[in-house]
Nanobody
Framework: QVQLVESGGGLVQAGGSLRLSCAAS????????MGWYRQAPGKQRELVAR???????NYTDSVKGRFTISRDNAKNTVYLQMNSLIPEDTAAYYC????????WGQGTLVTVSS
């Protein structure tokens, strides 16, 4: 059974950067696509970025050019580099195993101040 633990969230000023990490344990995630999602207060959880097992990436429009998802299979970890942060990026960020699997981390909070 895979467990996911996110880290790297925090408070940052608009224009700043953060790097989120999602460390997996229990088995290798190398064969799985991995996704970063976020949920702002009062809003539905949305997909932010996804990376396939082969390294192909896709992003929601609002973060294109600012966020970069990557993976290090040797470390069993997925990252989300977030640059040029804006207040609208404020949310709890979650990583997810696969595309339709209900395996999530506990989340890490990102707060962007204006």
């Amino acid at each position: 059974q895979v467990q996911l633990v996110e880290s790297g969230g925090g408070l940052v000023q608009a224009g700043g950067s953060l790097r989120l990490s999602c460390a997996a344990s229990g088995r290798s995630i190398s064969v799985f696509a991995m996704g970063w999602y976020r949920q702002a207060p009062g809003k539905q959880r949305e997909l932010v970025a996804r990376i396939s097992s082969g390294g192909r990436t896709n992003y929601t429009d609002s973060v294109k050019g600012r966020f970069t998802i990557s993976r290090d299979n040797a470390k069993n970890t997925v990252y989300l580099q977030m640059n040029s942060l804006i207040p609208e990026d404020t949310a709890a960020y979650y990583c997810r195993l696969g595309i339709n699997l209900e395996v999530w981390g506990q989340g890490t909070l990102v707060t962007v101040s204006s």
